[in-house]
Nanobody, 122 residues
Framework: LQFVESGGGLVQSGGSLRLSCVFSGNTMAHYAITWFRQAPGNEREGVSCISVDGTTAVTNAVKGRFTISRDNAKKAVYLQMNSLTPETSGVYSC?????????????????WGPGTRVTVSS
């Protein structure tokens, strides 16, 4: 069981992308889902999380530009990314936890997907 991410690609600075993350199991309705990013040479970091009740959290660096949403019927979580900059490049992946409390660290997350690469050119 894992998430499968898609929607990445090459985009110019200022552009937009919408990432999708689909769960291969029966349901993800009982879990908080987080999008993580790992840039070359950097540790993986939490970008945005959506809890079971739809409450969201987003890291300050992308606040106002990135929006996370979920569709439990489709077993999918989305990340709408606007006003992209080269600093937001990296491999984006999904994983789940019971809450969003640890989304910055990635501790105790499960069902990691392989990720989708986002490259933002200047």
């Amino acid at each position: 069981l894992q998430f499968v991410e898609s929607g990445g690609g090459l985009v110019q600075s200022g552009g937009s992308l919408r990432l999708s993350c689909v769960f291969s199991g029966n349901t993800m309705a009982h879990y908080a889902i987080t999008w993580f990013r790992q840039a070359p040479g950097n540790e993986r970091e939490g970008v945005s999380c959506i809890s079971v009740d739809g409450t969201t959290a987003v890291t300050n660096a992308v606040k106002g530009r990135f929006t996370i949403s979920r569709d439990n019927a489709k077993k999918a979580v989305y990340l709408q990314m606007n006003s992209l900059t080269p600093e937001t490049s990296g491999v984006y992946s999904c994983a789940d936890n019971t809450t969003c409390n640890a989304y910055h660290t990635g501790w105790n997350y499960d069902h990691w997907g392989p990720g989708t690469r986002v490259t933002v050119s200047s």
